[in-house]
């Protein structure tokens, strides 16, 4: 994934984590010691882990710890279940499923 598409994802996905953050702010008021973990840290997290990175590794190169790793997977991907832009449906048709595959 390049830069650009990073930080595209990125916008699309910034409503919903901001919105799970939002309530956590109230359970947890001071973060970790580094501080709380930015959407863009998040979403490079899942995107490795997704990618078949190690949460071990992961936590080392973004500074975080193991279960903000583990976190950080959960909530991009109900991020991404709860955004109308990455809503995908599928015909149930399955002639319309055939011209489908058969335009690839």
């Known amino acids: 994934m390049n830069r650009s598409s990073f930080w595209r994802l990125c916008e699309i996905l910034k409503m919903e984590l901001q919105r799970h953050e939002k309530k956590r702010r109230i359970e947890q008021k001071k973060g970790a010691k580094n501080g709380k973990t930015s959407g863009p840290t998040r979403l490079s997290c899942a995107l490795r882990f997704f990618a078949g990175g190690l949460p071990e590794d992961i936590s ?37 499923q055939r011209r489908i595959a058969d335009g690839f």
């Open 60 to 96: 080392v190169v973004h500074g975080v710890s193991h279960a903000a790793v583990c976190d950080s997977v959960w909530r991009v991907a109900d991020a991404a279940n709860k955004t109308a832009a990455l809503d995908m449906s599928f015909p149930a048709d399955h002639e319309e």
